[in-house]
């Protein structure tokens, strides 16, 4: 019983935060098809082999005349 | 009699709306702390609605100012920015791993533990992935599947988000968006950084509440 009201309570503390209600960054996300990085759960779209990675973009920068 | 083989038909949990809304946030801090956004996430955000003032007024006003720098940010702008901010060519100016914001030792370091959690958990890097564990952008992935399921799984109970959130995420997490906040680079950033932070000290205090 006391597990219950905790999670109420938990629950109205985010609807009352403005999450639930709002669904601003679910509007975000289902319009940018690539929001959500998938970093940890399911592929990262990565190439194989060699790619113009960002650390070596930014070296390639650093060696503009 | 039918000679069609039973198709089994998996019933998955859905995620409560504020867990659905948490699973939003962690997907897009992730996606924003992974790379930086294109022309499509910028006009997105730029057209995005406000969180009501009657919320979490720091989430509120965090939100707004972040939708209306989408609005004047092109993707050259935030590729420069990111990688300034993010990417190294001797050391980056903001480092986006939670290993060194909690202290890292030698031994123990807090990735092994990471990675113990994370099997534990079922989860872990896609093989094409090559940023360790505790880059804070995977450590938001972890969050959104935690919270709202996905790949093939349920929501994960609430004591396995909490435990996660408060030994991986909660530790160093105000102050890696108080180093992006003030680095002199930080720009647009600047604004997400205050929108994570808004949403992390509602992860915290919710989560002490059970």
Redesign the interface.
């Known amino acids: 019983m006391k597990?219950i009201k905790?999670?109420t309570?938990?629950?109205k503390?985010?609807?009352?935060?403005?999450?639930?209600?709002?669904?601003?960054?679910?509007?975000?996300?289902a319009?940018?098809?690539?929001?959500?990085?998938?970093?940890?759960?399911?592929?990262?779209a990565?190439p194989?082999g060699y790619h113009a990675s960002?650390?070596i973009?930014?070296?390639y920068?650093?060696t503009e005349v | 009699m039918n000679a069609q083989a039973s198709v089994p038909v998996l019933v998955r949990r859905a995620a409560a709306p504020e867990d659905a809304a948490r699973a939003d946030f962690y997907a897009l801090l992730s996606r924003l702390f992974h790379s930086p956004p294109d022309g499509a996430l910028l006009a997105s955000l730029a057209a995005a609605g406000p969180i009501p003032a009657d919320g979490d007024p720091e989430l509120s006003r965090a939100w707004q100012a972040l939708v209306d720098a989408s609005s004047a940010m092109d993707e050259d702008a935030a590729l420069d920015e990111f990688e300034g901010l993010f990417i190294g060519t001797g050391k980056a100016q903001v480092s986006s791993y939670a290993g060194f914001y909690g202290g890292a030792p030698a031994i123990d370091h807090p990735r092994v533990r990471l990675v113990n959690d994370l099997a534990r958990l079922g989860l872990g890097r896609p093989e094409a992935v090559t940023e360790p564990e505790d880059h804070y952008a995977g450590l938001f992935d972890v969050m959104r599947v935690l919270a709202a399921g996905g790949a093939g799984r349920d929501p994960a109970p609430l004591a396995e988000q909490r435990k996660f959130y408060q030994a991986h995420v909660e530790p160093g997490i105000a102050k890696f968006f108080a180093a992006v906040a003030s680095a002199p680079g930080a720009n647009y950033y600047r604004r997400i950084a205050a929108v994570g932070a808004a949403f992390a000290a509602l992860e915290s205090e919710s989560f002490r509440l059970e």
């Open positions: 597990a905790k999670t309570d938990r629950r503390f985010l609807l009352a935060a403005g999450l639930g209600t709002a669904g601003v960054a679910a509007a975000v996300v319009r940018a098809p690539k929001a959500g990085a998938k970093v940890a759960a399911a592929d990262a990565q194989d960002a650390h973009r930014k070296y920068k650093t």
